[in-house]
């Protein structure tokens, strides 16, 4: 039987400091998960996703290469607290849209902004949830630590040794904000192990603090 398959785009910052890519990669990131755990749908990965990052590739293309029916793609314009986000669901073989809409919210909205879009994909390719809960989960209800968790993210990524400090301290300043945030946690001990694997820090020392 038929699989349908999705791949979510990067999003793009249309935000006025260049700075807030974390942000929107962060947003699209957590779409995909929540995604992942919808029965019948197979999700492009992420670093999958990202190969086309301000490519400017055609989305009829972009599904060939990638072998996937649906493409979801959006933009994102932060201004203090307040958020704009747009998400436009497209059918790869034709281009056109099958959903689009825009979201005016503040930050503290920001879970119900994922959900709204996760649920809305499902309705539309026509999928069936097991239950009727949210699809993003709330791992904390302190947004601050939220968008911290999120930069510690995209800094450790860059795989510098520079980049994992940052990224530990937006770790210890989420779980300052919020003791309960497992993914701060998770985040951080990602950190302490990279780490040992490049070799900037004592192999013994790392895997302690991790």
Request: hydrophobic share 40%.
């Amino acid at each position: 039987p038929r699989v349908p398959s999705i791949v979510v785009l990067p999003f793009a910052n249309l935000s006025a400091d260049p700075e807030q890519e974390y942000f929107c990669d962060g947003l699209a990131e957590d779409i995909i998960d929540a995604l992942a755990q919808v029965p019948g749908l197979r999700v492009m990965a992420r670093t999958s996703a990202n190969a086309f990052r301000g490519k400017g590739v055609d989305v009829r293309e972009i599904g060939a290469r990638l072998n996937v029916e649906h493409i979801l793609e959006g933009s994102v314009r932060r201004s203090g607290t307040h958020l704009r986000v747009t998400a436009q669901l497209v059918k790869s073989s034709d281009g056109y849209h099958l959903w689009s809409q825009r979201f005016d919210r503040e930050m503290t909205d920001v879970f119900a902004i994922q959900d709204e879009v996760s649920q809305a994909i499902v309705q539309k390719l026509r999928l069936r949830l097991a239950t009727g809960r949210p699809l993003v989960k709330r791992y904390t209800e302190n947004p601050a630590a939220y968008d911290l968790c999120l930069r510690a993210r995209y800094h450790l990524r860059k795989m510098t040794p520079e980049e994992r400090e940052a990224g530990r301290r937006d770790c210890e300043q989420a779980i300052a904000l919020d003791p309960g945030y497992a993914p701060a946690y998770v985040v951080l001990a990602e950190s302490h192990l990279w780490s040992a694997f490049w070799g900037s820090t004592d192999p013994r020392e790392a895997f302690a603090g991790a």
